[in-house]
């Protein structure tokens, strides 16, 4: 079946560096959501990416779905410690696959 | 408006009891989305709804029960909860399908001793 992966699984920056996390999907995406979850919190929709190609800005994140619509990015300039958490990516396969598919998620630790 | 909420925030059951977690939202949404969340293991989608009065099972459906009664509220059953079924539990929704983003509750950490 579809599958979504994500990767890495974790990842420790020093803050002030830079964090970017994968997520690769073994079929066509019809579009892609980005989820934040504090710990001990819920998930919380950041973006969604619809176009071949499309890359969106939120402050000092990025966004990038790929050309193949089968894989999309999140990259953070200078981490800061609120932006620890978990990141996930959910991507709603094309055609008659309606459901959103997610990712394991990428848990990021940031040390001040 | 509060959103998605979820009741209870907290509980402990033995083997073998029943409980039913309530999710409520109030944006209309058509969609409402119950998932389990465990270490290591994301989120997986246990039921969902399309719209009041109807359900359908999501990737891991087995010992649960749900029901959409009112456009507003979305149930999720245990009939005999197992340790199994130790878990956080979230309830989202979405305004008319899978496409558009998911606004999730609190969570319900559950307990199955």
């Known amino acids: 079946g579809q599958q979504v992966m994500q990767i890495p699984q974790y990842q420790h920056v020093q803050e002030g560096e830079d964090f970017t996390t994968y997520c690769n999907s073994s079929?066509?995406?019809?579009?892609i959501q980005w989820y934040k979850q504090r710990p001990g919190g819920h998930p919380v929709f950041l973006i969604q990416?619809?176009?071949s190609g499309e890359v969106k800005k939120q402050k000092r994140l990025t966004f990038q779905f790929g050309e193949a619509k089968k894989n999309s990015s999140l990259h953070i300039t200078a981490t800061q410690t609120t932006d620890v958490g978990t990141y996930f990516c959910a991507g709603r396969g094309a055609g008659n696959n309606r459901k959103l598919i997610w990712g394991l998620g990428t848990s990021l630790a940031v040390n001040p | 408006n509060a959103g998605v909420t979820q009741t209870p925030k907290f509980r402990v059951l033995k083997t073998g009891q029943s409980m039913t977690l309530l999710c409520a939202q109030d944006?209309?949404?058509?969609?409402m989305y119950w998932y389990r969340q465990d270490p290591g293991m994301g989120l997986r989608l246990i039921h969902y709804s399309v719209g009041e009065g109807t359900t359908a099972k999501g990737e891991v459906p087995d010992g649960y029960n749900v029901s959409r009664l009112k456009k507003q509220n979305f149930l999720l059953g245990l009939e005999s909860a197992a340790p199994s079924q130790t878990s956080v539990y979230f309830c989202?929704?979405?305004?008319?399908?899978?496409?558009?983003?998911?606004?999730f509750g609190d969570g319900t950490r559950l307990s199955i001793l």
């Open positions: 079929t066509t995406l019809s579009n």
């Open positions: 944006m209309n949404h058509e969609y």
């Open positions: 990416l619809v176009k």
């Open positions: 989202a929704s979405s305004y008319t399908g899978f496409h558009q983003p998911q606004h």
